[in-house]
Antibody
Framework: QVQLQESGPGLVKPSETLSLTCTVS??????????WSWLRQPPGKGLEWIGY???????NYNPSLESRVTISLDTSKNRLSLDLNSVSAADTAVYYC?????????????WGQGTLVTVSS | DIQMTQSPSSLSASVGDRVTITCRAS??????LNWYQQKPGKAPKLLIY???SLQSGVPSRFSGSGSGTDFTLTLSSLQPEDFATYYC??????????FGQGTRLEIK
């Protein structure tokens, strides 16, 4: 059974870059059967999709974040990464990685436990 | 963006009750609507996809229906472990994927 685990700094200063990794176990990220996404949830609020990546390297980002986001895949370490630059307090959130099958429309069937990132000086 | 609106935002119910949560899309999304359950401090869990397909391992007391712009999630007989927040998500357009604001289901 696949497991996803997010990791990274819990505190980032305003204007700096937020960098997180998601380590996947129980299956290869290079599998053509899945896309790999990042999502976030500000404290007490709803869910926001950030973007996804496919094993081929193709990506799709939320237009509201596209200018600041980069998602990448490291197949040798079986993990995906998120970089979000020029952060502000509005980027404070629990960040999740999740996968969705390639068949059919996007549905997130496995999630990491999430990691809280606070943007503050 | 496709806006997703859930109603109610919160509701109180008792164990054994039948509960319905509604999700409305700002434009037609065919059947491309998913439902998730989220408990405090946990990641969301996929319950229903493509409006009415039950995700593997999810109890049959959960069901979904709808198409076009109006969708419902029904819990036929509430169990103690069902008290949580529920989110809908449209998968019709990936630019961007969007969620409803959530419905908090509380114990009466």
């Amino acid at each position: 059974q696949v497991q996803l685990q997010e990791s990274g700094p819990g505190l980032v200063k305003p204007s700096e870059t937020l960098s997180l990794t998601c380590t996947v176990s129980g299956g290869p990220v290079s599998s053509g059967s899945y896309y790999w996404s990042w999502l976030r949830q500000p404290p007490g609020k709803g869910l926001e999709w950030i973007g996804y990546i496919y094993y081929s390297g193709s990506t799709n980002y939320n237009p509201s974040l596209e200018s600041r986001v980069t998602i990448s895949l490291d197949t040798s370490k079986n993990r995906l990464s998120l970089d979000l630059n020029s952060v502000s307090a509005a980027d404070t959130a629990v960040y999740y990685c999740a996968r969705h099958p390639t068949g059919g429309r996007i549905r997130f069937d496995s999630w990491g436990q999430g990691t809280l990132v606070t943007v503050s000086s | 963006d496709i806006q997703m609106t859930q109603s109610p935002s919160s509701l109180s119910a008792s164990v054994g009750d039948r509960v319905t949560i509604t999700c409305r899309a700002s434009q037609s999304i065919s059947i491309y609507l998913n439902w998730y359950q989220q408990k405090p401090g946990k990641a969301p869990k996929l319950l229903i996809y493509s409006a009415s397909s039950l995700q593997s391992g999810v109890p049959s007391r959960f069901s979904g229906s709808g198409s076009g712009t109006d969708f419902t999630l029904t819990l036929s007989s509430l169990q103690p472990e069902d008290f949580a927040t529920y989110y809908c998500q449209q998968s019709y357009s990936s630019l961007p994927i969007t969620f409803g604001q959530g419905t908090r289901l509380e114990i009466k």
